[in-house]
């Protein structure tokens, strides 16, 4: 299984970067090949024409020789997803929500056709992460951003995490657990 981690953490240390670990450790023990994927420093949508760009009917980005295609690839071979941000002002940080704006105009289009089930994310196990360093606030509204992700385009919500400094001795071991239980088959809606 290839589980996938798309990081918008601008930095190697602190807490986002050690929930991140957390989760690559778990995925690892249970037996997927993790990747990371950092999108934090691709371009946002340039919102061609009316509104609407090649993302619309071809499902590519117009610009995507930024690394965007290559990570639309990256999200398309994946089984297993993870999405994790720093909050940044309540939201996810600017490059992940960038990146994703971008993704779903390509991925949630293909339902107009009725080719749902085409986009890169349909049907895949996603855990969404968010570090709220600061005050602690966001979490919800960050995590509520991703659900909406997933939504439009069709990936399945596994689990929401969010650690913040007073918690993430016990939000750590979770975040783990979580990606252990993905890795291993554990599927959204399978009782215990
Ligand atoms: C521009 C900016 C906005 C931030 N907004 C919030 C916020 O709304 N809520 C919060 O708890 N922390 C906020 N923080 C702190 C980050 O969430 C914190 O840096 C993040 O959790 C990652 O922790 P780390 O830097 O130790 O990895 C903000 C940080 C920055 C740089």
Known sequence: MKFLVITGNPKQKGLC????QEIL??????GAAMEILAVDKLERCHVCGDGWG???EQHRC?????????AQEAVKEADLLCFISPVYWGEMAEGIKCF?????RCEATKQFGGRAADSVFA????????????SGNGALSC????DRLCRHTGAVIFDYISVNRWNNDYKKQAAYAA???MAEGRKNGITL
């Open 25 to 30: 450790r778990g995925g690892r023990d249970g």
């Open 17 to 20: 970067h050690a929930l991140t």
């Open 100 to 104: 994703f704006d971008r993704l779903r």
């Open 143 to 146: 995590l509520e951003q991703m």
């Open 54 to 56: 090649s993302c619309r």
């Open 62 to 70: 117009a610009f995507g020789d930024d690394g965007f295609n290559g």
């Open 123 to 134: 049907g895949k196990q996603t855990l969404l992460a968010a570090s709220p360093g600061g």
């Open 179 to 181: 990606a252990k239980a």
